[in-house]
């Protein structure tokens, strides 16, 4: 079985400050992770994935993600926050590449002027 | 190149009544996966469909059911609507080929169904 927890519902930042969103996932075998994001009455969108290699991973639109096998998480990260990244962000796990994913329920990321 | 595509985009219907939604993946795509999402949470894997077959299966009923054309697109059939099927249905293509995948799963736009 796999399973992912976004432990925070919410995530305030200002514009210009770094963020992080929070992910820790449980799965047998190696995990594939990944990070999407939802704007309103959209799908999903790709944001950055984990297969294999560097625990630091680089996305779209500035975002990474750091890969912590230990502590089995896959925190997003960006350096500097915009208003725009305001949205809905899940992260999904994996055994394979493109197989089952279990997303978890998402966190709502809000960024203000 | 055309994303993945949905239609409808909303549906409404009554409990008891039957419904098929359909996927059409992105260019070069043979894998297509379906998702619900209910309100105020993550998607959730109902099926995958690879070479018109049903590859892997979540945790729903057999009310739901699917299939896969030769040219990649797929549907989703929701037979005797609950109030509760009521959610937005989300394809997601892939490249799996006929090892470990090589792409990622792109989604697209999904489809709103209300059950009332």
């Known amino acids: 079985a796999q399973s992912v927890a976004q432990p925070e519902d919410q995530v305030n930042v200002a514009e210009g400050n770094p963020l992080t969103v929070k992910c820790t996932y449980s799965?047998?075998?190696?995990?594939?992770l990944f990070w999407y994001v939802q704007y309103p009455n959209r799908g999903l969108q790709f944001l950055l994935k984990?297969?294999?290699?560097?625990?630091l991973v680089k996305g779209s639109y500035g975002f990474e993600a750091e890969f912590n096998k230990s502590q089995t998480s896959f925190h997003l990260k960006k350096p500097s926050a915009l208003v725009s990244d305001s949205a809905l962000y899940f992260c999904?796990?994996?055994?394979?590449?493109?197989?089952?994913?279990?997303f978890g329920d998402g966190t709502t990321l809000t960024v203000k002027p | 190149d055309a994303g993945v595509t949905q239609s409808p985009t909303h549906l409404i219907k009554t409990r008891g009544q039957q419904v098929t939604l359909r996927c059409s993946p992105k260019?070069?795509?043979?894998?297509v996966s379906w998702y619900q999402q209910a309100l105020g949470q993550g998607p959730q894997f109902i099926f995958q469909?690879?070479?018109?077959?049903?590859?892997q299966r979540g945790n729903f009923p057999d009310r739901f059911s699917g299939h896969q054309f030769p040219n990649y697109s797929s549907e989703l059939n929701v037979n005797a609507l609950l109030l509760g099927d009521s959610a937005l249905y989300l394809c997601?293509?892939?490249?799996?080929?006929?090892?470990?995948?090589?792409?990622?799963?792109?989604f697209g736009p999904g489809t709103r169904l209300t059950v009332l």
């Open positions: 997601a293509s892939s490249l799996v080929g006929r090892g470990e995948g090589t792409d990622t799963q792109y």
């Open positions: 799965v047998s075998g190696n995990p594939y």
């Open positions: 984990y297969i294999t290699g560097d625990n």
């Open positions: 999904a796990v994996s055994d394979t590449n493109a197989g089952k994913s279990t």
């Open positions: 260019s070069g795509h043979d894998t």
């Open positions: 469909y690879y070479e018109e077959e049903e590859r």
